[in-house]
């Protein structure tokens, strides 16, 4: 599970509600304004559509090839990476994204947020691979495979330098969406051709987070050809200072999210060993199909609902009517299918699952709903500037998580945890609703 993340926005009301310019014929048009937000949405929904459903397609291939237990491992320790991509993200995928976007005609400010930003990813990669170490040799559980965990940590690196964050606020995600799609199939396709059988278990680790690197390495060639980017060390040592702290409730909200979100494979693995925990990333995988979707939709429209709420209120309302009636539609409809096809589905993947898979599916098919419309409506509860409810909605469904899915996952194992996360969306559904004031 993946969570649109909360964001500390600085500026007054006129930076808030400022537009992108239009940069095809008819700027300024609400047409054109509504072609850039579909194009952006398209570009995101095929980039999100890449990191998400490549990894995917190998998954039956790996399970088989891998076995359950390695499989698991490869799991438990890409769960593990994610805190760490979360650390460096550090919420600039939406408050670099709108500083880059109200400054897209001052090349000097440009380089400035954009040196700034990527210098403050890189020491957080650094520290954060510090202390990933640090846990690995210090974990005799983690340690006994301590290899894999330092390979997938490559995938850290991909995310570093991969600048979505620039292009999503440049409004020119068509740029890279081909680059990461491309990188990432050639990764995709390199685990079939090289990965042969269990002694090739860090060799697929290793093309999985390859795929990122390369990626990210294409990306930064792209911003350095197109856009004039100086290499500008930042002038004061507060810009750095001011940078983080816009982006702190951001990564507060992001990380307690993903307590509960990558935290489930992590506890299930600790708790019900790396076979249990495979076979709950598997059903969360195949559940995720439609979050995959709707979460670049969510990023899409974002920067437009601000617009909306601060100078359309009815068509904010609109807005909001018609983005949620679609995501209940989508979400019913794979979780309907989910549901009644769980065990071909299980079977499909997995050649002969056990039982626990199949009804994991089960329990996923309701999870997926309430997960669709939980990142749909944190858009419009980020246009109507509710960080701090969203903050401590975050942090109260961490604490319940950690609270509820030991004992549950330790005396139920995989179905343990599933419902805990069941129970845990629901929460985090009915608190959305009631901060972004849907039903008044």
């Known amino acids: 599970m993946e969570v649109i993340k909360s964001s500390q926005i600085s500026g007054e009301a006129q930076s808030d509600c400022q537009t992108h310019p239009d940069r095809e014929a008819g700027a ?17 929904v095929v980039l999100q559509g890449a990191n998400y459903l490549l990894p995917v397609i190998v998954l039956p291939y790996l399970v088989r090839v891998l076995g359950a237990e390695k499989f698991g491992l490869l799991a438990f320790a890409q769960a593990l990476t994610q805190y760490f991509v979360v650390l460096t993200d550090y919420g600039f995928n939406f408050t670099a994204t709108r500083q880059i976007a109200v400054s897209q005609n001052n090349p000097q400010r440009l380089s400035e947020i954009f040196c700034s930003v990527l210098a403050i990813k890189l020491v957080l990669m650094l520290f954060g691979f510090l202390s990933m170490a640090a846990l690995v040799f210090a974990v005799p559980k983690f340690y006994a495979n ?8 490559l995938a850290v690196l991909g995310y570093v330098l991969f600048p979505v964050w620039f292009f999503q606020g440049m409004e020119r995600m068509k740029y890279i969406t081909g680059v990461n799609v491309a990188a990432r199939a050639i990764a995709t396709v390199a685990i079939f ?3 042969r059988s269990q002694a090739d278990f860090l060799l697929a680790a290793g093309l999985q987070a390859g ?6 390495l294409l990306g930064l060639w792209f911003v350095w050809r197109d856009f004039s ?7 004061r040592f507060q810009d750095v200072i001011s940078t983080m702290r816009e982006g702190s409730q951001v990564f507060i909200a992001t990380l307690s999210g993903n307590v509960y979100g990558q935290g489930a494979v992590l506890v299930t693995g600790l708790l019900a060993g790396h076979t249990a925990a495979g076979y709950y990333m598997l059903a969360q995988k195949i559940g995720g199909a439609a979050v995959a979707l709707v979460q670049p939709v969510a990023q899409g429209i974002y920067p437009h609902m601000v617009h909306l709420f601060t100078q359309d209120f009815s068509g904010y309302h609109r807005s909001r009517k018609r ?21 071909p589905i299980a079977s499909a993947v997995a050649g002969r699952p056990p039982v626990v898979l199949p009804d994991l599916l089960k329990v996923f098919s309701f999870i997926i709903v309430l997960i669709v419309m939980n990142v749909l409506l944190n858009p419009f509860i980020l246009a109507m500037k509710k960080y701090d409810d969203m903050q401590r909605m975050y942090m109260m469904a961490a604490i319940l998580f950690v609270l509820v899915s030991i004992p549950a996952t330790g005396q139920f194992g995989p179905m343990g945890m599933a419902c ?3 129970g845990i969306e629901a929460f985090v559904f009915i608190r959305s609703i009631q901060i972004a004031k849907v039903l008044e």
Do not use: C, D, M, Q
């Not at 047409?31 to 398209?42: D, F, L, Q, S």
């Not at 795929?211 to 990210?216: I, N, P, R, W």
């Not at 980017?229 to 002038?235: A, N």
């Open 420 to 422: 805990t996360v069941l």
């Open 28 to 44: 300024g048009s609400t047409t054109g304004k509504k072609r850039v937000v579909v194009e952006n949405v398209a570009s995101l």
């Open 211 to 216: 795929g990122f690197v390369l990626a990210g």
């Open 323 to 343: 983005v949620l009636a679609g995501g209940l539609a989508i979400g019913l409809a794979v979780g309907s299918v989910l549901f009644l096809f769980s065990h």
């Open 229 to 235: 980017i100086s290499l500008i060390l930042p002038s």
């Open 193 to 195: 051709v090289l990965v």
């Open 146 to 153: 301590w290899p894999i965990y330092f390979v997938t940590y």
